[in-house]
Each structure stands twice: as structure tokens, then as C-alpha cells.
């Protein structure tokens, strides 16, 4: 609730003649809002006469926001020729007793996740200031094999004059990959 019952023993009257009548502005078990209320309570006799007493309720918000429906923790490959994925996810459901002020997001659903782990983080801000989080990792992984072109065709040739060898030549192949660096050894 954004507020709370309140039961109090109303304060008492008397006058020294009859008629006289008390009117408060609110009454035990009355359902206070977050904030300082004042209660006044006024005796009015026969003759006009008038005496007031007053008090006040304040109810303070110390429940934080809630948010439930957190993803779990995500791994992914990349997608195909790129060093990253495009991951969606279900946003999580965030409410307050009250009110929320603002939700912020790290990523949302449908963001480029690179090569990697990251930590996607949701909070919320009440109107008074409490707080919550959820987070979880989102892993992409490298599946995608490098490319090697240009590899050269067999090579057949006759060792060189008076050796048991030969000297032989080609062009080194290509190597690429869609992330990381290549190394050809």
C-alpha cells in the first residue's frame, strides 16, 4: 500500500454547559498517504466557543520497488560473419507501492552484444528515493571458424642440382577471421 492504517484514542471534551459538539478532520482507522498529515480536533461549545487540538501522522515509504521476471543469465553465438549478436530478452516487470520516478536500463532488448561476457543491469527509483536492481550476463562466443584462401595447389619438383633438397617458393595463403586476429602458422 502507499500509505497505512492508523488507530489512535481520539482525545476527550468537556465544557462547563451543554451542546457542546467535536469535529475532527480525520478518524481512527483512517487510511493516511505517504507524506505528514495533521489531524485537528475541534470543540465547539453552545456559546461559539471554540478549542482545537491537533497532531500529525507522517508515513514514511521504506518498501523499495519491485522487479521480478530478471532474465537469467544468456549465452549466445555470434552471429554469422559479425564479432557480435544481436540478443533480445524479456524486460523485466518493475513495480512500487507508490509510484516509480524512473527505470533505467545498461541494454535493452535488441542491442549489438560483442565477443564476450557483459552485464546487462536494470534500477528502479521510487518517487522517495528507495531503490532496486537486477542484473544478468549476456556471453557471446566466437563459433565462426577463420577463412584461409589463396592456399597454394600441391607442389611436385625435382631436387636441386647436387642436393638432396630443393628450394621451393609460393605464395602464402590468406587468412582472415570475423573477430580476432589470425595467425598462420
Given at each position: 500500500n502507499c500509505g497505512a492504517i492508523i488507530t489512535w484514542t481520539p482525545p476527550s471534551a468537556i465544557d462547563n454547559c451543554a451542546g457542546l459538539g467535536v469535529v475532527a478532520t480525520h478518524s481512527p482507522g483512517f487510511n493516511f498517504p505517504v507524506g505528514v498529515t495533521t489531524v485537528t480536533y475541534t470543540a465547539t461549545d453552545g456559546a461559539g466557543n471554540i478549542s482545537t487540538c491537533s497532531f500529525d501522522v507522517t508515513i514514511n515509504d521504506t518498501e523499495a520497488p519491485s522487479i521480478t521476471g530478471c532474465p537469467l543469465d544468456?549465452?549466445?553465438?555470434n552471429d554469422l560473419g559479425n564479432c557480435d549478436a544481436l540478443v533480445?530478452?524479456?524486460?523485466?516487470?518493475i513495480t512500487d507501492n507508490c509510484a516509480v520516478a524512473s527505470t533505467t536500463a545498461s541494454h535493452n532488448p535488441g542491442d549489438l552484444f560483442t565477443i564476450g561476457t557483459t552485464n546487462v543491469t536494470y534500477t528502479v527509483l521510487d518517487a522517495v528515493g528507495n531503490t532496486s536492481t537486477c542484473s544478468?550476463?549476456?556471453t557471446v562466443n566466437d563459433t565462426e571458424n577463420p577463412l584461409i584462401s589463396g592456399c597454394p595447389a600441391p607442389i611436385a619438383t625435382n631436387n636441386d642440382l647436387?642436393?638432396?633438397?630443393?628450394?621451393?617458393?609460393w605464395t602464402a595463403p590468406i587468412a582472415a577471421d570475423n573477430c580476432l586476429g589470425v595467425v598462420l602458422t
Open positions: 544468456i549465452t549466445i553465438n533480445t530478452c524479456t524486460v523485466p516487470t544478468f550476463d549476456v647436387g642436393n638432396c633438397d630443393a628450394v621451393v617458393t
